[in-house]
Nanobody, 125 residues
Framework: QVQLVESGGGLVQPGGSLRLSCAASGFTADYYAVAWFRQVPGEEREVVSCISTDSEGSSYYDDSVKGRFTSSRDRAKNTIYLQMNNLKREDTAIYYC?????????????????WGRGTQVTVAS
């Protein structure tokens, strides 16, 4: 059973940076899509980024974060990171890590069945 635990959220000023971590365990499939989503209360969960652990190593970033956010993976630590730079107030949300086996990247939350509990990111002065 896949388990995902996010950490690294917090309060940061506009223009600042944060690095989120997603500690993963229980991966048994040949490859996974691992994504970061975010959600604001009352709104639908939206994709931030996705990386695939397959041989192609495909990735996806929402237009709103391109050039500012970078997702990466540390195989030895079974951890996926989301480096967030030049944060904006509109990046404020709960950030979730999600994973799905034997699937390439997807931007739709319904394709993912393993989720962490989320970590709050607040961008404010």
């Amino acid at each position: 059973q896949v388990q995902l635990v996010e950490s690294g959220g917090g309060l940061v000023q506009p223009g600042g940076s944060l690095r989120l971590s997603c500690a993963a365990s229980g991966f048994t499939a040949d490859y996974y899509a691992v994504a970061w989503f975010r959600q604001v209360p009352g709104e639908e969960r939206e994709v931030v980024s996705c990386i695939s652990t397959d041989s192609e190593g495909s990735s996806y970033y929402d237009d709103s974060v391109k050039g500012r956010f970078t997702s990466s993976r540390d195989r030895a630590k079974n951890t996926i990171y989301l480096q967030m730079n030049n944060l904006k107030r509109e990046d404020t949300a709960i950030y979730y890590c999600a994973a799905e086996p034997d699937m390439g990247c997807s931007s739709w939350y319904g394709d993912f069945h393993s989720w962490g509990r989320g970590t709050q990111v607040t961008v404010a002065s």
